[in-house]
């Protein structure tokens, strides 16, 4: 298992992890100097087929200045229109309406603006526009690998009006959600990223749950309760202790009030997907917390029994454990004295598997690649015993199934060195580098006097390198920078 990564430190990496994307979507956000010649100008005040900038903002108008600074400014916004907005710019994509959703007036001073929408419920699908002081349309449909929620970033934004329009991918959609902008001052992407995925929010089980609620009482049968769910969320479930992890929404998923007099209760999650890692956490009636990842070794889904289960408010929140990714799948709620919920059948075979997608980005890098080094974000780990799979030497720690990265790599390099450096002093890493040749190259510590791994590649051949970064300690996470250089580096 692993948490997906934030993705690079610059608007010119992004372009490079371009190539390697195999959607037909983008994956990643644009950002753009509002210097830029516009390609399609949409002047206010002037209606151009069927966007009219001169109509007032459906969701209000918005002024901010220099004193903008610490936190996201909020809109609810619901998405979608009858205006393709394809046809006013080639690389846009999504049904937004005639009128703007929101207006910014900006008068402030940063070197960087982002926009970003988050709908209400997971998994659905917005995009954006915004038309810019000078006249120039940006468009985004997925800000990341991972998620179907747009972001547009603006370099050295212009002072001046900025016309938001939020739509849906698909025609005829309309998704509530809320639409935030902040002030990035000096902020590299993967920042802003991290702001807004992952912004110190914490559960509230005060809030309506997203999936409904029930009573159960002595009349609950044989017959489980069954609601079919989509996993992941905003909010990671580490802050929570007691084995809790992975992200969920701000609210409930599910609630039940419990009535009856049952000796057990069992609640389990079924991926309606073979392989997807899925969690769980419920609040009890006397506000403790009980969390699971996975409740058998042989797959991925997460179940949790209540002995005695005592009367009262159980708030449910059905997790993802990777970062960005939504999963669909069904809760069963059950009295496990009456009906028994199927266990897995098949299983699932723990080993790094250089088949599958990397977690966290494909990138090409050649001899005398710039800048150098070229560096990424990363939160590493999983739950593969690397060392259990006899690799080579110091080939160890607990790592992710599927790469943290992939390497697509060209030309003939005197040396190439690989480097993970971990954000907190004392964290201990491990890299794992499948070579194109299907060599295993292992590194734990660089030297004596640090815990940062570092592998030193003499005349590395070209083609394709699978990348681990493999947490030392089992269940733990850990957050650093990924580096590649032709040149000397400090550990």
Not at 62 to 89: M, Q, R, Y
Not at 152 to 172: K, M, T
Not at 325 to 335: M, P, Q, R, S, V
Not at 465 to 476: F, H, L, S, T, V
Request: net charge negative; glycine share 8%.
């Amino acid at each position: 298992m692993h948490r997906t990564a934030s993705l690079i430190s610059s608007a010119l990496l992004i372009i490079i992890l371009l190539f390697s994307g195999c959607s037909t979507k983008r994956k990643v956000a644009e950002a753009a100097s509002v210097t830029t010649t516009p390609e399609i100008p949409v002047p206010k005040g002037e209606q151009i087929n069927s966007l009219d900038n001169s109509q007032p903002p459906a969701y209000g108008e918005i002024s901010l200045d220099a004193s903008f600074d610490a936190e996201p400014h909020k809109v609810s916004v619901t998405s979608g229109g009858e205006v393709n907005v394809l046809l006013f710019k080639d690389d846009c994509t999504g049904y937004v309406s005639v009128a703007p959703d929101a207006m910014l007036n900006w008068s402030g001073n940063t070197s960087r603006l982002a926009f970003f929408f988050e709908p209400n419920t997971r998994g659905k699908d917005a995009t954006m526009a915004i038309n810019l002081p000078n006249g120039m349309i940006l468009c985004n449909d997925d800000a990341f690998d991972g998620t179907t929620d747009p972001i547009i970033i603006v370099d050295n934004p212009l002072r001046g009006e900025y016309f938001i329009r939020v739509g849906s991918y698909n025609e005829n959609e309309y998704h509530e959600g809320t639409l935030y902008i902040i002030k990035a001052d000096n902020m590299e992407i993967n920042e802003i990223h991290d702001r807004f995925k992952n912004p110190g929010q914490e559960v509230d089980y005060t809030q309506p749950p997203a999936y409904g609620e029930i009573t159960l009482n002595e009349t609950f049968g044989r017959e489980p309760h069954i609601i079919e769910i989509t996993t992941g969320g905003p909010v990671n479930l580490n802050y929570l202790g007691n084995a809790c992890m992975g992200y969920v929404s701000v609210a409930p998923d599910f609630r039940i009030n419990w009535a009856g007099n049952s000796p057990e209760l069992r609640f389990r999650f079924v991926a309606g997907e073979t392989g997807k890692d899925a969690t769980m956490a419920i609040n009890m009636p006397d506000g403790s917390w009980l969390c699971n990842d996975d409740e058998f070794e042989s797959d991925y889904n997460p179940g949790i029994t209540i002995e005695n289960p005592q009367a009262g408010q159980y708030d449910i929140w059905i997790g993802s454990y990777n970062e960005g990714e939504h999963i669909t799948g069904t809760l069963y709620i059950a009295d496990p004295t009456l009906f028994q919920i199927p266990e897995p059948q098949r299983v699932v075979e723990k080993k790094l598997d250089y088949s599958l997608e990397p977690g966290s980005g494909t990138f090409r890098l050649q001899q005398g690649f710039v800048p150098d080094p070229f560096s990424i974000s990363a939160r590493v780990g999983g739950e593969v015993a690397v060392e259990e799979l006899g690799l080579g030497d110091n080939c160890k720690g607990f790592a992710a199934i599927a790469p943290d990265f992939r390497l697509n790599w060209s030309g003939t390099a005197e040396n190439l060195r690989v480097l993970f450096r971990a954000d907190q002093q004392g964290k201990d890493a491990v890299l794992i580098v499948n070579l194109s040749d299907g060599t295993w190259v292992c590194n734990d510590n660089a030297n004596a006097g640090t815990l940062n791994p570092l592998i030193l590649l003499n005349q590395p051949s070209e083609g394709q390198m699978d990348i681990w970064i493999a947490a030392k300690n089992q269940g733990e996470q850990i957050t650093g920078t990924l580096f590649f250089t032709e040149k000397q580096i400090n550990p």
